[in-house]
């Protein structure tokens, strides 16, 4: 890309958000500042539904790597800006192209799309004076105006013309932050994290709360949950996580003689406590990385009877999520390594033989009325650590591609 000078960055469904617009744009345009702070060279213009970085010779594919994860970003267009003049464009068009692999086989075309309408030249006569003297550069290079492999793309702006023939697919979703905060529960699996990931990519401000039932869970497993956060923090800035103890609540669940309900009143006094900890820090909802029927407690009528002791929202983005598309978004978001490690989760510890698939309510509700629930769920709201993770360094996990399908 030795000939690309700027990316221009294209917003994706902000654009639908008619009064939100202006704000979502600056929320962006913030984001992007943020993650482009170790590339002090490049330099960040803001303009209606779009942004332009001019890479002020930084890589133009670091920057491409960390601008990617940017929500809010729907594509990135690596251009060569010129003036708005025909041999400038000319110019940058025949060096745009040399930059690609050109055999017999290489078909093209040109797309002009002129903004400026004072622009001496009409889009039609466009495509052919650049064209020709393209071709003439090339000459193995055929023109295929249905399905080129190269499309080299002017557009025509009053004061720039922009010649690309990349459309980069980025994160898109909404800006950071911009559709309220959600408490999202997170276990030390695969899933949640990829829930918590997911959630920030619809514009939820998120923070995480993990119950750890230490001694029967390790100072390794809180770690790994502690690592787990500050890979989302790489895509946040900053995450909030809460560790509750959950010792306590667990060990009066053992000694109900309910084994086969133990995971039901599990989640559903992580529900009580984590609907608490959302009213102390205002957050509207409960995020979870529950995927249907994946386990006993991931059934229909488990997940009904659990989420009966909340009031509020439960948003489960990987409902319908099949485990290897989970496992492969995990790898994507760079969670994957972690979530693997072999530390214990305090559900796993407590998991039964056979724990039901059809959780009878009447029943809950009655043993949980026996162990008086109430002072031990407050204790744990009260001793829980509060940590606030920063992102290690920004984006750095993510370095791999973004997979256009999963959008
Ligand atoms: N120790 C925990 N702390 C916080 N949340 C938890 C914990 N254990 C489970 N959860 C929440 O309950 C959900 C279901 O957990 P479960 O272990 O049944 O399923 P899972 O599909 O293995 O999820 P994960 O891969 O996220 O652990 C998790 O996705 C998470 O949101």
Redesign the pocket.
């Known amino acids: 890309m030795q000939n690309i000078d700027r990316l221009i960055l294209r917003l994706g469904e902000i654009t639908l958000k008619g009064k939100n617009r202006s704000r979502f744009e600056k929320t962006i345009s913030e984001h992007v500042r943020a993650v482009l702070r170790p590339y002090p060279k490049a330099h960040v213009r803001r303009e209606y539904g779009r942004m332009y970085v001019e890479t002020g010779g930084e890589s133009v594919e670091a920057l491409i790597q960390v601008l990617k994860n940017v929500f809010g970003i729907m594509d990135i267009i690596p251009v060569k800006q010129t003036l708005p003049q025909l041999d400038e464009i000319i110019a940058a068009a025949v060096e745009l192209i040399g930059e690609q692999q050109i055999d017999q086989l290489t078909t093209f075309k040109v797309s002009v799309k002129r903004v400026w309408k004072e622009f001496p030249h009409s889009s039609q006569d466009m495509n052919h004076l650049v064209g020709s003297p393209v071709l003439r550069a090339y000459p193995l290079l055929k023109v295929d105006v249905r399905q080129p492999q190269i499309e080299l793309r002017v557009e025509i702006r009053d004061g720039a013309a922009y010649i690309y023939s990349e459309l980069i697919p980025a994160v898109g979703g909404f800006p950071r932050g911009s559709n309220g905060k959600a408490m999202l529960?997170?276990?030390?699996?695969?899933?949640?994290p990829v829930?918590g990931w997911q959630s920030m990519r619809r514009g939820l401000e998120v923070e995480c709360?993990?119950?750890h039932s230490y001694p029967f869970t390790s100072e390794r497993a809180k770690e790994k949950v502690v690592d787990l956060t500050r890979v989302l923090a790489g895509y946040a800035g900053v995450v909030k996580l809460h560790v509750v103890p959950f010792t306590e609540i667990q060990t009066a669940f053992t000694t109900t003689g309910q084994d086969n309900l133990m995971i039901t009143l599990m989640?559903r006094a992580?529900l009580r406590i984590a609907t608490r900890i959302a009213e102390q820090q205002k957050g509207l909802a409960l995020i979870?990385?529950?995927?249907l029927g994946?386990?006993a407690?991931?059934t229909l009528s488990s997940m009904n009877a659990i989420e009966r002791a909340t009031e509020l929202p439960i948003l489960r983005p990987l409902v319908m999520t099949g485990k290897d598309e989970i496992i492969q978004i995990a790898k994507e978001i760079g969670t994957y390594d972690l979530s693997i490690l072999p530390y214990e989760?305090?559900?796993t510890l407590f998991i039964p033989k056979s724990p039901t698939t059809n959780p009878n309510l009447r029943i809950i509700e009655k043993v949980e009325s026996f162990l008086e629930l109430t002072p031990m769920i407050e204790r744990a709201v009260e001793q829980t650590e509060v940590l606030t993770i920063e992102a290690g360094s920004p984006l750095q996990l993510a370095s791999t591609a973004i997979n256009e399908d999963w959008f």
């Open positions: 529960l997170l276990s030390g699996g695969i899933d949640s829930a709360i993990h119950f989640r992580m979870t990385g529950e995927s994946q386990v407690s991931q989760d305090c559900c």
